[in-house]
């Protein structure tokens, strides 16, 4: 076996030349995939790509639901009118939501 300063490897991913020391594994799904790189061409395994090893379950439906018994009250609107004057729950009237408007004819015609 090669040892000390004289002994080279190279990079499987860029073929430069580095010491020997210099050459790690290459991680991928935190399992070495074989290739022995330089230290600055490291590719750290990143945790977005550990598929299948975090829970990503989500549960939606709830658990022994209740139904709401005030289903009536819980309905009704308060001071709901499209254009106004519709009564609050103190008993007062909206102001300043009154609307008019004219309509006319409109007539096309082609040539």
């Given at each position: 076996?090669?040892?000390?300063?004289?002994?080279?490897?190279?990079?499987?991913?860029?073929?430069?030349?580095?010491?020997?020391?210099?050459?790690?594994?290459?991680?991928?799904?935190?399992?070495?995939?074989?290739?022995?790189?330089?230290?600055?061409?490291?590719?750290?395994?990143?945790?977005?790509?550990k598929?299948?090893?975090?829970?990503?379950?989500?549960?939606?439906?709830?658990?022994?639901?209740?139904?709401?018994?005030?289903?009536?009250?819980?309905?009704?609107?308060?001071?709901?009118?499209?254009?106004?004057?519709?009564?609050?729950?103190s008993?007062?009237?909206?102001?300043?939501?009154?609307?008019?408007?004219?309509?006319?004819?409109?007539?096309?015609g082609?040539?």
């Amino acid at each position: 076996m090669a040892r000390g300063k004289e002994a080279y490897g190279f990079c499987d991913r860029t073929g430069f030349r580095y010491p020997l020391s210099d050459l790690v594994q290459q991680i991928e799904n935190g399992k070495p995939n074989g290739q022995r790189v330089g230290r600055d061409m490291l590719d750290i395994d990143h945790e977005q790509w550990k598929i299948g090893e975090i829970n990503m379950a989500e549960d939606i439906s709830l658990r022994d639901p209740r139904p709401d018994r005030g289903q009536t009250e819980s309905r009704a609107m308060t001071a709901w009118s499209p254009v106004g004057g519709g009564v609050t729950e103190s008993g007062s009237r909206t102001v300043g939501l009154d609307i008019s408007f004219k309509a006319g004819q409109v007539t096309v015609g082609g040539s």
